[in-house]
């Protein structure tokens, strides 16, 4: 796929550009044994340390790498589904700090960089995510692929993991991104939007949570669009967790997070747990102006098993961003 212009990532703001202009060293020490800190936020790209979820790696060789991980057994926003199972997006979230975090600390990408993110998949077992009597210790099998290099700088990869939960497989994700240099990044986005005076269209009026699969009104990412199947993005900047740090786009994980809702009221069954979900980002998606996200149920499921919807997001008539969401009732 080509490298689109959507969902920029970038680490929050708060650093000088000389402290950015470097990552932090690699920590010491094996990787394996007790879980006591996370890895440095700055280099997945959050500004509070509890949305940490990596908290160690280790170069395996050129491109093959071991990481370990750590899912509470409560969050937030990544709440367990149905009280029983780990919300399967934080497995998303983890495999998406793992390219943040290789690209910075072992492929040499200045923490100033912004990342263009293009795809962002996953698949779970249900059987391995069930919420335990402590956090779930995780390692990570992670292997590099696709490097492309501008001069001697990382120009983007493809990053593709094994998430391993007492040996077994729990999950398995794939992220595809590419960097651009800040001054690129301003070279790329419309003037206004880099500007002091630019503002987000205010949260629009939030779908039932209860249609949409969540419990809190404040993590409504729909608004009713006036047709079945259509809704509106709702973005709320001041959320704490979607928007962890400042941004002037949609980041990824709330389009990811609109997809699950969209998917959830299609299926018209919630709560439901995602078994595999695999995001295109197309272009950019703008905060200023409205996103028509659109769902449709593919056919040839059994009426009570996995069912795949399609979820596609558009804005002024361009597509900018297509989901296959698969999900099924949790398990018992």
Request: with cysteine; glycine share 8%; charged share 20%.
């Amino acid at each position: 796929m080509t490298a689109s212009t959507s969902g920029f990532e970038g680490p929050p703001a708060g650093r000088t550009t000389a402290q950015a202009a470097q990552p932090p060293s690699r920590p010491a020490g094996p990787l394996h044994g007790h879980l006591t800190t996370t890895v440095p936020r700055e280099l997945v790209h959050r500004a509070a340390v509890a949305e940490v979820v990596l908290t160690g790696w280790r170069r395996l060789g050129e491109a093959r790498f071991a990481m370990t991980a750590q899912w509470p057994r409560g969050h937030s926003f990544f709440t367990p589904v149905n009280g029983t199972h780990h919300d399967p997006l934080i497995a998303a979230e983890t495999v998406r700090q793992a390219g943040a975090l290789l690209a910075h600390a072992e492929f040499g990408v200045p923490l100033t960089h912004r990342f263009l993110p293009q795809e962002l998949a996953f698949t779970v077992r249900p059987e391995q995510i069930r919420v335990g009597e402590r956090p779930a210790a995780l390692d990570l099998d992670v292997t590099c692929s696709r490097i492309r290099r501008r001069g001697r700088r990382l120009a983007g990869m493809r990053v593709e993991a094994r998430v391993l939960r007492e040996g077994r497989l729990a999950a398995r994700g794939r992220f595809c991104f590419s960097t651009i240099s800040a001054a690129g990044y301003r070279r790329l986005r419309p003037q206004h939007v880099l500007d002091a005076a630019y503002r987000p269209l205010p949260p629009a009026p939030a779908a039932a949570p209860a249609a949409v699969g969540r419990l809190c009104p404040a993590d409504v990412v729909l608004s009713p669009a006036g047709k079945p199947g259509s809704w509106h993005l709702r973005a709320d900047t001041g959320h704490p967790v979607l928007f962890d740090h400042q941004a002037d786009h949609a980041p990824g994980l709330l389009l990811l997070e609109a997809a699950r809702q969209a998917a959830t009221a299609a299926l018209d069954r919630a709560p439901v747990l995602p078994l595999a979900l695999d995001c295109a980002f197309l272009g950019p998606v703008e905060l200023d102006r409205p996103c028509l996200i659109e769902t449709r149920l593919l056919p040839g499921a059994a009426p009570h098993g996995p069912q795949t919807v399609l979820v596609t997001g558009r804005q002024e008539d361009r597509p900018a961003f297509t989901s296959a969401l698969t999900a099924a009732a949790p398990p018992g």
